[in-house]
């Protein structure tokens, strides 16, 4: 005895019909975990300066899915950091701290629709307020700018990771 055939609506495609395989499902399914559906690069200058335009550029390459996008935004923030080794009493111990002095979201452009295979470029320019602390380094602590560029899909947002900038 054998098993019935599948209905007709089972299978993965049917002529005149876009209905998605158990594969696509599963790569849909990878893609809302790991922000794989797409990837993401940010592009900045040497430098900026707070009170000036900063222009910015973000690529994105989609992968072999199309892929709905709400936005895509830049995330800017800085961070003091402190690292320091206390000696006491022939004891060492490690310090290591950082706070966020300055975090925002700046919208590139809102809701898209990327086809699969596809390439995009979108440019900004963005101001960091002149009342913000700039980048430093010393010798126990630092003032970092971090910048990063990510499409807000569902799921896992595809993003370019963090990238620092000087700031003055």
């Known amino acids: 005895m ?13 002529q005149g019909h876009e209905t ?32 000036q335009t900063i ?3 973000v690529r994105a390459q ?6 709905k996008v709400s936005k895509v935004y830049l995330l800017v923030r800085a961070r003091e950091c402190v690292a320091m080794t206390l000696r006491e009493d022939g004891k060492k ?27 995009h470029e979108w440019t900004t320019e963005i101001q960091l307020p002149t009342s913000t602390q700039g980048t430093y380094r010393g010798v126990n602590s630092k003032h970092v700018w971090e910048f990063q560029a990510a499409l807000d ?11 620092e900038l000087s700031v003055n």
Request: proline share 8%; aromatic share 8%.
């Open 93 to 119: 111990r490690e310090i290591n701290e950082s706070h966020e002095s300055f975090k925002q979201e700046f919208v590139v452009t809102g809701p898209l629709e990327l086809a699969a295979d596809s390439q």
């Open 20 to 51: 998605m395989g158990f594969l696509d499902k599963i790569k849909s399914a990878k893609n809302f975990v790991t922000g794989g559906g797409a990837t993401v690069q940010i592009q900045l200058g040497d430098a900026a300066t707070r009170g």
């Open 2 to 14: 054998g098993a019935a055939p599948l209905p007709a609506h089972s299978y993965p495609y049917q």
């Open 153 to 163: 899909t569902k799921g896992n947002d595809p993003d370019s990771g963090w990238q």
């Open 62 to 67: 989609v992968a072999g899915a199309p892929i």
């Open 55 to 57: 222009p910015v550029l």
